[in-house]
């Protein structure tokens, strides 16, 4: 492997045999730029962002990109004010821009290099942050989405060839009106942070009842007021009191937490309740950073979004949100739902179930022996399989894939599909199955899929539900299907979801993510120091 040190070096000689001298010739009134010390320093902490910087300055004759004379150009100080406002993204802008770096005395050309090149660096550093901070995947063999690498030299090129570099930069990040929502939803919970946050609530001695005065109801109302969910908290001795405009806030709350909407504040209520806000600022910022993840991928018109965490199925059309419903899906303990994305290919009415080996040992074979009628009332038969006799369970209302099931190839065997266990879907906590994710509404889902076929009217798609044998249709253009995990949501409207962590994906990925930022600011002194 070779040393960074000499990694720079090498492409140094390269980029002076083949590229102007670094220092102006006399008489030059072009400035010029001394990348090559630069980038030196540079390697020590990322050698391929230093290789990136190096080459961009080689390929230019080393000219500035950025400044005119002492002073940032228009398109430096429109680089700045994207830098400057990267904490709006849940990034932190004082990793990329120091306010002292704007200008450089006049007639100090090392000074002037200095600014060009630090601003070079930070557009390189922005850029991939956006990109992926840390690699989700590295911390849980469920999280199976991988970051697209970003070719930085590209995303660079562009910036300066176009004259936008504004356009350039806001282009890599995602465009749904979910991400926007959470956006504004970090700046309102950073100002609720600011100001001290929210009350923290005592448990009452014995579950609040309707009327009941106790003074620990004062600090919850105050509680549900700080994010809107109990509005016009009263004052004196009603506020006390635990009413039904109270217990109307607090399942509101419930509603919001993903907790079941009981209007009483028990154990799990009381929990979220008292989560700090600087805690729900970090977590806002954490699911910013996972739909940045995804952004490279949501290019398509139409494509379909499943959030694990929130037991949800989004269907986007021309970047509006236009079906949402309820999901079940992989079980926390026993087989959780993989963090993945694939394309949809193929709807199937009326299915077959062929039963996995592990379900079959595990659930029915006991259930089996327990009652010889079971295989009969299940309309489950064996057939002969590429390995031996297989279990199948036959189309109908009753098959564990209910009517209708969507295939998206992809190495875990998940797919969306009906069900007939609809009485799950009206349940706050929904991780019920074995890996798939079964939808709420699978007649909707198969319209929105069969979209682009004319052919599949209402009409036809519910006769293909209702009778006949398995029907197995291609979609006439694949659609993109991205299976993720979202704890924290802002709708377009304004209201914030916090969902709890089934899988524990926030913990593990928030303490890399420190690790990650520590990591990158000790390597970023070099040039403050500078």
């Not at 980029?15 to 320093?41: H, N, Q, Y």
């Not at 300055?57 to 002073?71: F, H, K, L």
């Not at 098959?399 to 069900?419: I, S």
Request: a positive charge; glycine letters at 8%.
């Amino acid at each position: 492997m070779i040393a960074p040190s000499l990694r720079i070096l090498s492409l140094a000689v390269a980029c002076a045999l083949a590229a102007p001298a670094v220092a102006r010739a006399e008489g030059d009134e072009e400035p010029t730029v001394d990348a090559v010390a630069f980038a030196s320093a540079l390697g020590r902490e990322d050698p391929a962002r230093a290789d990136v910087l190096l080459g961009f300055y080689a390929s230019r004759g080393y000219r500035p990109v950025w400044t005119r004379g002492s002073r940032l150009s228009r398109q430096g100080k429109a680089l700045v004010r994207v830098l400057q406002d990267a904490g709006r993204e849940g990034l932190d802008a004082a990793r990329y821009w120091d306010p002292a770096w704007g200008t450089a005395s006049d007639g100090d050309t090392a000074a002037a290099g200095a600014l060009d090149l630090r601003a070079t660096d930070a557009f390189l550093r922005y850029v991939s942050d956006v990109a992926g901070r840390l690699d989700p995947a590295a911390v849980n063999p469920y999280w199976a989405q991988r970051l697209r690498p970003v070719d930085l030299t590209a995303v660079l090129g562009d910036a300066v060839e176009s004259g936008d570099v504004e356009r350039t930069l806001r282009g890599l990040l995602p465009r749904t009106p979910q991400y926007a929502a959470l956006r504004d939803a970090l700046a309102h919970y950073r100002a609720i942070a600011e100001k001290g946050g929210w009350p923290e609530v005592a448990a009452p001695r014995r579950p609040w009842r309707l009327g009941q005065r106790d003074p620990q109801v004062a600090a919850l109302r105050a509680r549900l007021a700080a994010e809107g969910d109990l509005p016009g908290s009263p004052h004196g001795a009603k506020a006390v009191v635990f009413d039904e405009a109270a217990a109307a806030a607090v399942k509101r709350f419930q509603l919001r937490h993903g907790l079941e909407p009981s209007g009483a504040v028990d154990p799990p209520t009381l929990a979220a309740l008292n989560v700090p806000a600087p805690e729900r600022v970090r977590q806002i910022e954490l699911n910013l950073e996972r739909w940045r993840w995804l952004s490279p991928s949501l290019e398509a018109d139409r494509f379909v979004l499943v959030n694990i965490a929130g037991f949800e199925l989004h269907a986007y059309d021309g970047g509006r949100d236009a079906l949402r419903m309820r999901v079940v899906t992989g079980n926390a303990a026993r087989s959780p739902t993989p963090v993945f994305g694939r394309a949809m290919t193929h709807v199937v009415f009326r299915p077959y179930w062929n039963v996995p080996t592990s379900i079959a040992e595990d659930e029915i074979l006991p259930a089996v022996l327990r009652d010889r009628g079971y295989l009969a009332r299940r309309n489950m038969v064996l057939v002969k399989g590429e390995g031996g006799l297989q279990l199948r369970q036959r189309p109908g209302a009753g098959n564990a894939l209910g009517l209708v099931k969507f295939l998206l190839p992809n190495p875990f065997g998940v797919y969306l599909h009906d069900t007939p266990e609809g009485a799950l879907f009206a349940r706050a906590r929904r991780d019920k199955s074995h890996g798939c994710v079964r939808v709420e509404r699978p007649f909707d889902l198969a319209r929105f899929a069969l979209g682009g076929a004319p052919e599949w009217t209402p009409a036809r798609i519910r006769a293909a539900m209702a009778g006949g044998g398995e029907q197995q249709v291609a979609l006439p253009a694949a659609l993109p299907v991205f299976v993720t995990y979202l704890t924290a949501w802002a709708d377009e409207g304004g209201a914030v979801r916090f969902y709890p962590d089934v899988y524990e994906h926030d913990a593990a990925q928030q303490k890399l993510l420190q690790e990650t930022t520590a990591r990158a600011a000790n390597g970023a002194r070099f040039t403050r120091a500078e």
